[in-house]
């Protein structure tokens, strides 16, 4: 709550551009400052900068609830991700005021996850959606405007029938391109205006791995830490505006091999383990700092040519599961019967899960389902 801004805690817009002047913009910006050093800044007496402190500090202190009123509003905890099977074992969909990662291997379809999770966002609450915007920061440029309409249309032929439905749910998603990191955490402090003008129910960035690897080299000295600095900068305001604003926010990640014992033997023994050498195996990016910053990991992976696994290698509330997938016109579709299949599987520390990658198996595009090969290329 320290990243909430002071122009949401009740502090006069006069003491506020007073502050603001000198880069004192959220809670956390003012309290690290002495009582003597607010008064300067602000212009304030000392009794009025003690009340003022005294007022942002309740404002950005977290407030008690109970279980039992927790337990009351379960209905609107969850966001469905339309893959019943998925729901049931997440209790409900992706958890609200929480961080979900997906990750794994190109071309697996994390991007049109989000995508799709867009499409669904935007649909009236009957149908099961936030009848909401959606912020969607792209970091890679693989945002396809054509693809959001494809996914809209095919999931939902009856609703998008009709091209006004069609251009309302793409006006609400509302794109940004952030190329460098800077960009990023710029974008993400400015996060709380747009969430509040746009009415977004849904915040995705895609990816938080693409700029940072691409901008640090950890094998340079103080890289590494500075990297961590950042990815905890940005951890902490997402998990913030996630928690303010009761939304889900959506994380993509990438992979890197691992090098060293894999741990746990057996936690390769599900079906669509890694077949890497027990020298080094690929696992999710960013280290295991970064893993406890999210609350929920879904690992997407190959398994053949054409058809992929979701594994919930992290969660509060699921067991470790596997789900079998495909990549469709309509987006994601779940292959199989899950009411009668067994989906639970022996894992390991989510930061070290092994992930499989297209040179487990031989992969042929040719020999893919050849509806879904169009698709794929696209990924």
């Known amino acids: 709550m320290a990243s909430k801004k002071l122009r949401r805690t009740g502090v006069s817009l006069e003491v506020c551009e007073r502050l603001k002047r000198h880069q004192i913009e959220s809670c956390q910006d003012l309290l690290s400052l002495t009582p003597l050093e607010v008064m300067r800044l602000a212009g304030q007496s000392y009794q009025q900068v003690l009340m003022l402190l005294q007022s942002v500090s309740k404002a950005c202190a977290p407030s008690m609830t109970t279980a039992l009123e927790v337990w009351k509003q379960r209905a609107d905890l969850c966001f469905s991700t339309s893959?019943?099977?998925?729901?049931?074992?997440?209790?409900?969909?992706?958890?609200?005021?929480?961080?979900?990662?997906?990750?794994?291997?190109?071309?697996?379809?994390?991007?049109?996850?989000?995508?799709?999770?867009?499409?669904?966002?935007?649909?009236?609450?009957?149908?099961?959606?936030?009848?909401?915007?959606?912020?969607?920061?792209?970091?890679?440029a693989a945002f396809s405007a054509e693809r959001l309409v494809e996914i809209a249309q095919s999931r939902f032929p009856d609703y998008f029938c009709e091209k006004e439905r069609v251009l309302e749910m793409a006006g609400r998603v509302h794109l940004f391109q952030e190329l460098t990191c800077q960009d990023v955490l710029d974008r993400l402090e400015r996060l709380e205006e747009d969430i509040i003008s746009s009415k977004a129910g849904l915040v995705i960035l895609d990816s938080v791995a693409s700029v940072v690897r691409k901008e640090y080299d950890t094998t340079l000295p103080g890289n590494l830490s500075h990297r961590s600095n950042l990815l905890g900068q940005e951890a902490a305001t997402l998990k913030y505006l996630a928690q303010a604003f009761h939304i889900p926010v959506v994380l993509t990640n990438q992979i890197t091999t691992h090098v060293g014992d894999r741990g746990e033997r057996g936690a390769a023994s599900f079906r669509g383990a890694s077949d890497e050498r027990d020298s080094g195996y690929v696992t999710a990016a960013l280290g295991n700092t970064w893993s406890h910053s999210v609350n929920t990991r879904l690992i997407v992976q190959y398994v053949d040519a054409h058809q992929r696994q979701i594994v919930i290698a992290k969660s509060p509330v699921a067991p470790f599961a596997v789900l079998n997938y495909t990549v469709q016109k309509e987006g994601i579709r779940l292959e199989g019967n899950y009411d009668n299949q067994e989906v639970l599987h022996q894992g390991t520390d989510p930061g070290l899960q092994p992930i499989r990658v297209r040179t487990g198996f031989n992969y042929n595009l040719t020999q893919a389902n050849p509806a879904a090969v169009g698709h794929l290329k696209r990924l």
């Open 83 to 140: 893959l019943p099977a998925l729901d049931r074992l997440l209790q409900g969909g992706l958890p609200r005021g929480t961080l979900t990662e997906v990750t794994g291997p190109s071309g697996c379809g994390k991007s049109q996850v989000c995508m799709m999770l867009s499409v669904l966002a935007t649909l009236p609450k009957y149908m099961g959606g936030l009848d909401s915007g959606v912020i969607y920061i792209d970091t890679e």
